[in-house]
């Protein structure tokens, strides 16, 4: 068994999987959420070896790919594979999008259960978005430590709501500090060699390789305006009036405990739960109220199957809505909310250079905390041809 394919098992194994099912014809089985949930988490810690040590990056790798003549395939041409086009959005913050390349869920979405022999079958499948994640991990270290802080940071901002619902998870997230993330990663390897075998040392080439894939400076970040098609979204929502620095303390606490709240409730009852998105916000009469009679109509997008929401505030409601979009213009903007000013222009003139007019209300998501060291915000409008 490679790497890649005992840390599936293992993972599957501490979500209570595989169950035996049937009277006469025993067969052992998996919930495909499970099987989905446990190629996450593989995905997790390739990217976090790969993020935090490329000897040992490259060790697996030359695990993984074991059957692999070295000589007719080279390492260059490995990780040149397992790199992709990489077509994954702006400034990206995890590896699911490039490594499974749009394709998620695996198994959900094809049947009821799989059958813990077809698990077996995909073992190359295994291997293949392990290496993605470690390829991934080593060209984004920067952007898989911003990603923890944040889980870490909503995590300890939600738990206590969820566990006064009556969730059993832990208070705090699971990683201390993202140190301990990617020791935890490694310790699969040492259990690896405990309970499987030695890992064999890799072609020399092999690490180099991976290395020079390390970006040496952040990726460049497109914050150029670009029009692009949105299809319609559910969302919590919630609608407020005021100054926002008035308004959002009381929005966010409810917004946030609601949705986790469903995310951890569909999680208890073993169903396919979410990501949690970024918050987007629209703007109705920004530039025609004053500030502090502003309308305030906040979302976090929600599954499309969802029917109702818990409510964490007394005070404050959180509705279902769903937005619609179709074709929308959008520019990324770096910096202080109160310096979008040029941004928003320069963003009316491209929609107007290319034939279009406003068609909606201003928004904006929120792909970085309000005090990240370089606040990232989507300023978007709906747009129409004239």
Same mark, same amino acid.
Request: charged residues 25%; proline residues 7%.
């Given at each position: 068994?490679?790497?890649a394919s005992?840390?599936?098992?293992?993972?599957?194994?501490a979500?209570?999987?595989?169950?035996?099912?049937?009277?006469?014809r025993?067969r052992?089985v *998996?919930n495909?959420?499970?099987?989905?949930g446990?190629?996450? !988490?593989?995905?997790?810690?390739g990217a976090?070896?790969?993020?935090?040590?490329?000897?040992?990056?490259s060790?697996?790798?030359?695990n993984?790919?074991a059957?692999?003549d070295?000589? *007719?395939?080279s390492?260059?041409?490995?990780?040149?594979?397992?790199?992709?086009?990489?077509?994954a959005p702006?400034?990206p @913050?995890h590896?699911y999008?490039? *490594?499974?390349?749009?394709?998620f869920?695996?198994?959900?979405?094809?049947? &009821?259960?799989?059958?813990w022999e077809?698990?077996?079958e995909? +073992?190359?499948l295994?291997?293949i978005?392990?290496?993605?994640?470690?390829?991934?991990?080593?060209?984004?270290r920067?952007?898989?430590d911003?990603?923890?802080?944040l889980q870490?940071?909503?995590? +300890?901002?939600?738990?206590?709501?969820?566990? @006064?619902?009556?969730?059993s $998870?832990p208070?705090?997230? %699971?990683?201390?500090t993202?140190?301990?993330? /990617?020791? &935890?990663?490694r310790?699969?390897?040492?259990?690896?060699?405990?309970e499987v !075998?030695?890992l064999?040392a890799?072609?020399?080439?092999?690490?180099s390789?991976?290395?020079?894939?390390?970006c040496?400076?952040?990726?460049?970040?497109?914050?150029?305006? =670009?029009?692009?098609?949105?299809?319609?979204?559910?969302?919590?929502?919630?609608?407020?009036?005021?100054?926002p620095?008035?308004?959002?303390?009381q929005i966010?606490?409810?917004? /946030?405990? &609601?949705?986790?709240?469903?995310?951890?409730d569909?999680?208890?009852k !073993?169903?396919?739960t979410?990501?949690v998105?970024?918050?987007?916000?629209?703007w109705?009469?920004?530039t025609t109220?004053?500030?502090d =009679?502003?309308?305030?109509i906040?979302? $976090?997008p929600i %599954?499309?199957?969802?029917?109702?929401?818990p =409510?964490k505030a007394?005070? *404050?409601?959180?509705?279902?809505?769903?937005?619609?979009?179709?074709?929308?213009?959008q520019?990324?903007?770096?910096?202080?909310?109160?310096?979008?000013?040029?941004?928003?222009?320069?963003?009316?003139k491209?929609i107007?250079?290319n034939g /279009?007019r406003?068609?909606?209300?201003?928004?904006?998501?929120?792909? &970085?905390?309000p005090?990240?060291k370089?606040?990232?915000?989507i300023?978007? /409008?709906p747009?129409?041809?004239?």
């Open positions: 068994m490679n790497f005992f840390v599936f098992a293992r993972l599957l194994r979500a209570g999987w595989p169950q035996q099912k049937g009277l006469v025993k052992l *998996v495909p959420a499970a099987a989905d446990s190629l996450r !988490g593989l995905v997790e810690i976090g070896i790969g993020a935090a040590d490329a000897q040992l990056a060790r697996l790798l030359a993984v790919f059957k692999r070295w000589h *007719v395939k390492a260059a041409d490995l990780v040149k594979d397992l790199s992709g086009t990489e077509s702006v400034d @913050m590896p999008e490039t *490594v499974f390349e749009g394709r869920p695996l198994f959900a979405s094809q049947a &009821s259960e799989v059958t077809k698990l077996g995909d +073992e190359p295994y291997g978005l392990f290496g993605r994640a470690v390829v991934w991990g080593i060209n984004n920067e952007a898989l911003r990603a923890l802080n870490r940071a909503d995590w +300890e901002a939600n738990a206590g709501d969820a566990v @006064m619902a009556g969730l $998870i208070r705090h997230f %699971p990683h201390a993202n140190q301990a993330f /990617y020791a &935890s990663c310790d699969f390897a040492r259990v690896y060699e405990v !075998g030695a064999t890799p072609p020399p080439e092999l690490e390789e991976l290395l020079k894939r390390r040496p400076v952040p990726r460049k970040l497109k914050t150029d305006p =670009q029009l692009l098609e949105m299809p319609s979204q559910k969302m919590a929502v919630v609608r407020a009036k005021g100054a620095d008035k308004v959002f303390p966010f606490p409810a917004l /946030y405990g &609601s949705v986790y709240t469903l995310k951890f569909l999680k208890k !073993g169903l396919e979410f990501k998105s970024p918050p987007r916000a629209r109705p009469d920004a109220a004053p500030k =009679q502003w309308t305030h906040v979302g $976090i %599954p499309e199957d969802t029917r109702a929401l =409510q007394p005070d *404050v409601k959180v509705n279902i809505e769903t937005w619609d979009y179709g074709t929308v213009a520019i990324l903007h770096l910096g202080a909310y109160d310096q979008e000013t040029a941004n928003i222009e320069r963003l009316h491209f107007e250079e /279009y406003i068609a909606g209300d201003h928004e904006e998501e929120y792909l &970085s905390r005090d990240a370089v606040v990232k915000t300023i978007r /409008y747009v129409k041809k004239k």
